[in-house]
């Protein structure tokens, strides 16, 4: 995947400048599609290259005029194209695997230490994902399709990292 349809995605629930886009990415996808705020911002300008998105300048008073980006119907059409395309998974990456692969090098207290702050790490994003659960997604059974939608990504975040969580406790379990 690349960035163009993680920010369209963002997008296509509301219109917002590119400063408020940056705040609602790491808010949303940016929990599963990493990108840095340059990096959105570059990416901005390619899409409205491609027509798939356009910018209105809004002129503010004591500050620089901002640009409200919104979706284009080009941009919902390439939106729709790539949301019917197969899904290809995506390989982890994880420096703890690597770090455990190799566990023989360093002293048990130094791999056990690194798992118990792995392991603390997703308890944290966890309670996020939960208070994020609570605030705005309730009662799920009342959502609309697109917050359902919404929701199911959530859901994956919170079965991820309780099964991260479930898998630091195998391993400190096994190794000590």
Request: proline content about 3%.
């Amino acid at each position: 995947m690349s960035l163009s349809y993680a920010i369209l995605a963002t997008l296509a629930d509301q219109a917002c400048s590119g400063y408020e886009l940056a705040k609602r990415f790491d808010g949303s996808v940016g929990h599963f599609w990493s990108a840095s705020h340059q990096q959105i911002y570059r990416e901005l300008n390619r899409l409205e290259d491609r027509q798939w998105i356009t910018g209105e300048v809004i002129p503010q008073t004591g500050r620089p005029d901002k640009k409200c980006y919104h979706l284009t119907e080009m941009g919902k059409v390439e939106m729709a194209k790539w949301i019917a395309q197969p899904s290809k998974s995506s390989r982890t990456k994880e420096e703890i695997l690597v770090k455990l692969f190799a566990g023989d090098l360093v002293e048990p207290e130094v791999l056990l230490a690194e798992l118990r702050r792995y392991q603390q790490e997703h308890e944290q994003q966890l309670q996020h994902y939960q208070e994020i659960e609570q605030q705005h997604f309730a009662e799920p059974e009342q959502l609309s399709w697109g917050a359902k939608c919404q929701y199911l990504t959530l859901r994956q975040g919170i079965r991820y990292e309780v099964d991260v969580i479930a898998w630091c406790e195998e391993a400190l379990s096994l190794l000590m």
